[in-house]
């Protein structure tokens, strides 16, 4: 066995730098500049886009003429084509629908997912592992689009505002997240509950839930966006274009670049239409404002809520 002599003391190896700039430590001034720096340009990247949207959202015909396309800061904002959008017509509608959609599917689909996580999440309930195997099984298989159209046309869902409900009401991947959050709780302060004559709802509405607020929040914000964001079952479901929601509205006449008539918007007699490209870049708006507007309520449940159901399941 070998014994350290004091005459002698241990060299340590200098510890490396991992810096990107050579002789700078992570923490020194010049890589918090680069860092800053960095960020600066991603921020930068990310907002010009967004700006020249809504800039062009804002402009005059003028000006839109004069940019022959996107203009980076309208001289004379005018909200012309949000106007000739929100008063009626095709677009106002497929707001309402899009938000009653959201609205509708997001409650339903929270009440669902949180039924069967709670079920799934307490050992020994009725037929727990054949649900979980086929919850997990329809992550890993999915039915394909011929064997769902047919399954929505015999349950006579074509052209319903079902059809854009039903088929993603429970998420699989979301089950899962709430039921690792719930096994998460502690098992004694269910017992304590269920000895003092709780019945399985009262734990769940007075207990569970109460703890859950940040999972439930986050999951909530993922049926949310994924019911705004849809489109492809529109697609295929809805025939009348009066029942479009507001990304099939953003598919057929931003991406594929139709022509708004008369009819599907609404202006003043006589007056112009405003220019394709505003009313293009309104429908754009207006379609991600509802999401960004509701993100930064749940952002600061993000982290706390699918970090801890994930990890301690």
Not at 182 to 188: A, V
Request: proline residues 7%; glycine residues 8%; hydrophobic residues 50%.
């Amino acid at each position: 066995m070998t014994t350290l002599n004091p005459a002698h003391p241990v060299r340590r190896r200098p510890q490396r730098s991992y810096s990107a700039i050579p002789g700078e430590t992570p923490g020194s001034p010049p890589w918090r500049v680069l860092k800053s720096l960095v960020l600066l340009v991603c921020v930068v990247l990310v907002l010009l886009p967004f700006l020249a949207i809504v800039s062009t959202s804002l402009a005059d015909t003028v000006q839109v003429t004069k940019a022959g396309g996107y203009v980076m800061w309208p001289d004379h904002p005018s909200f012309d084509a949000y106007k000739a959008l929100l008063n009626g017509g095709l677009v106002s509608r497929a707001m309402l629908v899009s938000v009653g959609v959201t609205v509708v599917g997001t409650a339903l689909s929270l009440f669902c997912s949180i039924m069967l996580a709670y079920g799934l999440s307490r050992p020994g309930s009725y037929g727990h592992r054949p649900v979980l195997m086929l919850l997990l099984m329809s992550m890993l298989f999915a039915p394909g689009v011929i064997p769902s159209y047919l399954m929505i046309k015999q349950l006579h869902l074509i052209n319903s505002y079902w059809s854009l409900i039903l088929p993603g009401l429970i998420n699989g991947f979301n089950v899962i997240v709430l039921r690792s959050f719930f096994m998460s709780i502690p098992k004694e302060l269910i017992d304590s509950a269920r000895i003092d004559g709780a019945s399985e709802w009262k734990i769940l509405t007075r207990i569970v839930l109460p703890l859950s607020k940040a999972s439930v929040a986050v999951i909530g914000l993922f049926y949310a966006v994924t019911y705004w964001n849809a489109f492809f079952n529109a697609l295929l479901y809805i025939n009348d274009a009066a029942k479009w929601p507001m990304q099939m509205v953003l598919r057929t006449y931003v991406i594929n670049n139709a022509q708004l008539s008369g009819g599907q918007v609404d202006v003043a007699a006589g007056a112009p239409l405003p220019p394709s490209q505003s009313l293009q870049a309104a429908i754009l708006v207006l379609s991600i404002v509802p999401i960004v507007v509701v993100y930064p309520f749940l952002q600061r449940h993000m982290n706390k809520g699918v970090m801890v159901g994930a990890v301690k399941g």
